[in-house]
């Protein structure tokens, strides 16, 4: 059966990019239409008010846990709303490794986003060391199960889920066609679970040192629904070809 949902690409420039960058992504894909894809560019969060084009979605790489108040550094949701992100990424590996984000804070990221309309990108991911241990699974299931157990099964239907094998993460070593897929596919089965119209609509994106040479094998995986993009989502062109890619 052919899948119902629309392939997603998005872009996560992380801590890189310029005001330059932004225009020449809107001049890019302004000249180009491209059907039957959601594209979505999540820059640094000077540049968000930069970034404005009918071609593609913006979104924020991370939010705050709380509304408002004394909380240096941070940007709430409500904030992120204001200057049209629609999108979020929450619980990317970089921000679990360098800013310590548990799976609890996750959780409760991801309800602030969904508290004001925002699109989490739910990011979940195994360590190098947890594959080899052969308990991956296990691990993506357990840092879904804290999502679940706050906002419950069917805010997922307002939800992206992105896998990223943390060993794959800007180390050009992209997880093979059938390992994504065997994750992909778990996530869907573990969700169905709880509610099989949710995991049945749910869009799950790959994520780790994909470039448009290996896009197409991985997005026509049954369970791959596009991808989350670091490193090849810098180069407009390139960025350009994978979201191509995406076009069944
Ligand atoms: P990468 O990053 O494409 O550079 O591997 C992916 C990500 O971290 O989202």
Known sequence: ??????????????????????????????????????????????????????????????LSQFAKGAHTGEVSATM???VGCQYVLIGHSERRQDNGESDDVVALKVQAALENKIIPVLCVGETEAIRESGDFLKCIAAQLDKVIALVGITQFAHMVVAYEPVWAIGTGKTASPEQAQEVHKFIRQHLAGLNSEVAQGLRILYGGSVKAANAKELFSQPDIDGGLIGGASLDPQEFLNICLAAKS
């Open 1 to 62: 059966m052919q899948s119902q949902r629309m392939p997603l690409v998005a872009g996560n420039w992380k801590m890189n990019g310029d005001v330059e960058l932004a225009e020449k992504m809107q001049q890019t894909f302004g000249a180009t239409s491209i059907e039957n894809v959601d594209i979505l560019i999540c820059p640094p969060f000077p540049y968000l008010s930069s970034l404005s084009s009918d071609s593609f979605a913006k979104g924020a790489q991370n």
């Open 80 to 82: 992120l709303a204001e």
